[in-house]
T-cell receptor, first 115, second 112 residues
Framework: DTGVSQDPRHKITKRGQNVTFRCDPISEHNRLYWYRQTLGQGPEFLTYFQNEAQLEKSRLLSDRFSAERPKGSFSTLEIQRTEQGDSAMYLC?????????????FGSGTRLTVV | GIQVEQSPPDLILQEGANSTLRCNFSDSVNNLQWFHQNPWGQLINLFYIPSGTKQNGRLSATTVATERYSLLYISSSQTTDSGVYFCAPSNPPESSASKIIFGSGTRLSIRP
């Protein structure tokens, strides 16, 4: 297993366009998380899944954001009608709930720039 | 939600020095992790430590859950230790609060 993969690494889009990011977690992990990080800040929680069920969404996640995890495998995060304030690093992490130690493994992130 | 405070915000050390990073949190925790974010942005999990003490090479961590703080020790620091260190706890109940919340981090710079 090569860890958590995120695609694309970088995305530049014009304001008002839709963008979609993909995350492939570690295969045996049943939990998947999305975070957003802006310059100089710690990552902020957006949403998480256990298997295919989306269990929690942050109030930060406006109606323009949607996330899915079909079949409990990879996940996608879509942002509709992007705004300049959406520019950030979008981070995906996975973990396995069911063992005594379920530390998160993060991917390398997708850096979004809205121009 | 749980509040996380990390100190110091910035730390500059010479190679070979030791350091202690502190994380205070406002509520009881059932999950606490320490991460290192390297200069390229990759977050590396250092420790899962909701309580007790763990060691991994030159790094060790201690969480005193009853007093709501955790410490990360770095000994004989190297330039590759530079980056931002984040503390990220989660508070119970596990069924509804299983995401970790990040502090604002300690930026560590190790000079050769």
């Amino acid at each position: 297993d090569t860890g958590v993969s995120q695609d694309p690494r970088h995305k530049i889009t014009k304001r008002g366009q839709n963008v979609t990011f993909r995350c492939d977690p570690i295969s045996e992990h049943n939990r998947l998380y999305w975070y957003r990080q802006t310059l100089g800040q710690g990552p902020e929680f957006l949403t998480y899944f256990q298997n295919e069920a989306q269990l929690e969404k942050s109030r930060l996640l406006s109606d323009r954001f949607s996330a899915e995890r079909p079949k409990g495998s990879f996940s996608t995060l879509e942002i509709q009608r992007t705004e300049q304030g959406d520019s950030a690093m979008y981070l995906c992490a996975s973990s396995f709930l069911g063992t005594a130690n379920y530390g998160y493994t993060f991917g390398s992130g997708t850096r979004l720039t809205v121009v | 939600g749980i509040q996380v405070e990390q100190s110091p915000p910035d730390l500059i050390l010479q190679e070979g020095a030791n350091s202690t990073l502190r994380c205070n949190f406002s509520d009881s925790v059932n999950n606490l992790q320490w991460f290192h974010q390297n200069p390229w942005g990759q977050l590396i999990n250092l420790f899962y430590i909701p309580s007790g003490t763990k060691q991994n090479g030159r790094l060790s961590a201690t969480t005193v859950a009853t007093e709501r703080y955790s410490l990360l020790y770095i000994s004989s620091s190297q330039t590759t230790d530079s980056g931002v260190y984040f503390c990220a706890p989660s508070n119970p109940p596990e069924s509804s609060a299983s995401k970790i919340i990040f502090g604002s981090g300690t930026r560590l710079s190790i000079r050769p």
